[in-house]
């Protein structure tokens, strides 16, 4: 009975990524049809897909957004069902390294054009499965936060600073790379010691790990976070051990929550470094349309600059609140 839920279940999904395949009738010229696997329906995708719209719909080409909700079995099964549906094109973003160069080396043998968005696979291996590349890069959101939490350890703690930190690192190079990047702005404040680290990417995930690591280390002055999850469960958790004041968070990504929590105070997320997922977007899906349109590009790999909100630039945070209002 589990197995025919299952069959069911695909064949609901085929029938709906297959459906209006025709723009104005049986002669018409079938529209291109474009799949979107994300890594989960977050503010980054939400964002990246907004991105594909402004490119797609004045052309006509329909765009279907399956999300896999962080798990490898069911980013595998959504790269299925857009393979057996036959897309013309498929972006897709960060998924469990495992599965990653298999998925994608499934779409290659399909003959379907494939871009990277965000992350998708290591680059030696993805540069052989896919089109392109659209990304931002991981070592700038990982220098941007670590950098500022080094300067005001240096400026307003003395030089000397008790930190716990939230890594991704489980989700492989894409979080990895930050993580790099902040240890090494971290190494030029001697004083900073990093006595705690937990790895969660999710906020309901991070919070009670958070809460867990300030109850055994009460000395912790200052969090780190490498994404939305762990940045947003770090404020969070601050709040409910009631430690605003005595603790301070930088974070990596921007969403209406963190950007409310910019603008609170008392003050406890400091700054945070976002991914410009909407230009991500953009350029994926503009490197399928290129390609359609026998353009050639040199530039295999295209680097979204990161954008960077600290507390004092208040502007730039309600700029960033009304662009997103109601997402």
């Given amino acids: 009975m589990k197995g025919l839920k299952i069959v069911a279940f695909v064949t609901i999904v085929l029938l709906a990524i297959t459906g209006s395949v ?56 959504n790269v299925t069902n857009l393979v057996s549906a036959q897309m013309d094109g498929i972006i897709i973003g960060p998924v469990a390294p495992a599965g990653a160069v298999a998925d994608l080396t499934r779409i290659k043998q399909s003959n379907i054009d494939a871009v990277c968005g965000d992350s998708c696979a290591p680059e030696a291996d993805a540069k052989g499965l896919v089109i392109g590349w659209a990304t931002s890069a ?17 400026n307003k703690l003395g030089g000397n600073a008790t930190i716990a930190m939230v890594v991704c690192d489980s989700l492989g190079p894409v979080c990895s790379i930050r993580h ?5 702005e971290l190494a ?17 995930k991070a919070q009670p790990l958070v809460v867990d690591m300030l109850t055994a280390n009460p000395q912790v002055n200052v969090i780190i976070t490498n994404n939305q999850g762990g940045t947003e469960g770090a404020v969070a958790a601050v709040k409910q051990l009631g ?50 349109n026998g353009k050639k590009s040199d530039q295999f790999k295209v680097i979204v600059p990161v954008q960077e909100f600290p507390r004092e630039g208040v502007a730039a945070i309600k700029k960033y609140l009304e662009d997103h209002k109601g997402l």
């Avoid at 070592?139 to 240096?154: E, F, N, P, Q, W």
């Avoid at 910019?262 to 997320?269: C, H, M, N, Q, R």
């Fill in 180 to 184: 790099d990047a902040i240890s090494q």
């Fill in 22 to 77: 025709y723009a104005g009738g049986a002669k018409e010229k079938k529209p291109k049809r474009v799949g979107v696997v994300e890594l989960y329906n977050n503010p980054y995708w939400i964002d990246a897909e907004r991105g594909i719209h402004l490119v797609a719909d004045p052309l006509g080409i329909i765009i279907t957004a399956l999300n896999s909700n962080g798990d490898p079995a069911t980013q595998a099964q």
């Fill in 243 to 292: 430690l605003a004041g005595k603790v301070v968070v930088f974070g990596i990504d921007m969403t209406n929550v963190a950007a409310s929590y910019l603008l609170e105070d008392p003050a406890i997320l400091l700054y945070t470094v976002g991914q410009d997922s909407y230009s991500v977007g953009k350029v994926a899906m503009q490197m399928l349309v290129d390609k359609w």
């Fill in 138 to 154: 991981g070592a700038d959101l990982g220098h941007g936060v670590g950098k500022a939490a080094a300067t005001y350890i240096k």
């Fill in 188 to 204: 030029a404040v001697p004083g900073a010691k990093v006595v705690a680290m937990q790895d969660a990417f999710q906020t309901e």
